[in-house]
């Protein structure tokens, strides 16, 4: 199966390894030169003192070892761009379809693991194609050569030697399968480390706050060292199956000596011929070895790619083929229901809410009670597991999904930017914006001025997430760009929780600016921030119980006024 995705893999560069293989044949030709020239080095130069040979022999031998060298520099240096081809295809594949996938599979699955697989999954399918099918077409060529001119030499020798060989592929093939296994525990363990890192880089300020600098050093110790045993294992196998060469090789060479040194004292064989069958089982002893660790790389490999088999097993997002040019008149959820995938709670439950153009709602109620995920249904984050939402009377699952988020901007409490300039962090939502609206955007989230005030100004790199900047500028610049996107509907997560009251009174007022001639949906906590929206929606429960103006909603004497007394009465 390995081989097969590889040569998949290989198949698109079939006129380099053409080439690499003549090369390759030219190398295995040398080496079964280079044993056959120890016939006259002993039989003419040495014993016969043939003077001709002896000033001949030498520069044959040193043009062959030059020729030698530029055959395997070439092949090596072809498999090698081969390799870091297909790496780099590969991890463009990999990207593109982890770009594509659904949001319950980044939900499920831990981000270290993912990069984990980037990393050093697709490094193992390098190493295997840049070295190991180097060596099945170099060492493998050499085997076949030399064991043909072995048979050639002396048929009983040859025979006797390669008796052997099933022997230790017997051994070679049982050592590979616990390998396998063995890898696929060091590579599981390796993610679990990369998540550990994610993990502590993310969370560096609760570390430190907490003073849990040691714990988390102890635990990256323990699953480092668990990672240590693991690999420790994989090299005392591999060197197990390098340990059962040499054995047999031992055993097969010694035999060659004994019997053949009987052979040469009948006179039966000349010195010079038992020298060049000699010489010939030791060329191809070097290459058996390598052959072996070829199948080492290959159950390794194994383990790769069934762990890359599993990000691109999974399903794309799939959208619908009618394509959405504007938003002329409302949103509307029948009967929602929804429950994360392999969870058993349901979040959202029978939801009906219709919502018109033009019109500013706000989505209120206790912390899980599933306001985010209503509004992750709207770009098609993920789908209803009951009901349907529709947009224009179109159900979402019909439209593309690309026309369908291209309607949308969201602005929410967890703040993503990139470790880009402030210009390329604003321009993310449309790369062909000209400079000049660029600007106007920022003027717009209230961010041109502190923007200036930066050494570089709208080439300012802003750091990982926007660590250097303030909690209020990093929101403004994400206000920026969704300005700048220009979306008909505007989702609004918690976009001044986390601010200080000085940052929320610059973010809201972007806000504003940003509001103006949208179909807005807000999500707040805080119950001051909402009291001039068209409409307040109460969900509890997964349920929408509360509808109505701030005034109407007090007037129920219901949750929304428990919620708001709780805010500012108690």
Known sequence: MVIKQMIGLIKPYAGRVIIAGLLSLGVSGINGTLAWLMKPVIDDVLIKKNITYLALLPFAIMILFILRGLFMAGQAYLMKSIGMKIV???RNNLYQHLSSLPM???KREASGSIISRFLNDVNILQDLIARSVKDLFVEGATVIVLTGFAFYKRWDLALVVMIVGPLALYGVQRIGKRLKATVKKAQQKISVLTELLTETLNGFKIIKVFGRQDDML???RDKNQSFYHEVMRTVRLSEGATLLMELIGGIAIAFVVWYGGGLVVKGALT?????????AVLMIHTPAKRLASVNNNIQQAKVAFERLSEIFSVDKERGGKTELKEFRDAIEFRNVTFRYPGTERVILDGINLRIKKG???AIVGRSGVGKTTLVDLIPRFYDPEEGTILIDNVDLREVSLTS?????????QDIILFNDTVKNNIRFARPDAPEEEIIYAAKAAHAHDFIMEFANGYDTVIGERGTRLSGGQAQRISIARAILKNPPILILDEATSSL????????????????KDRTVIIIAHRLSTIKRVSRIIVLDRGKIIESGSHEELL????AYRRLYEHQFVS
Request: proline fraction near 2%.
């Open 500 to 515: 200080d009251s000085h940052s929320e009174h610059a973010v809201r007022s972007a806000l504003e600016n940003l509001m």
């Open 404 to 412: 369908l988020r291209s309607l949308i901007g969201i602005v929410s």
């Open 104 to 106: 319950s599979f980044i």
């Open 555 to 558: 007037q129920l004497n219901g």
């Open 271 to 279: 010195p010079g011929d038992l020298a060049s069958f000699v010489v």
């Open 88 to 90: 780099n295809n590969l």
């Open 218 to 220: 102890r635990i990256f």
């Open 359 to 361: 019109e500013i709602i």
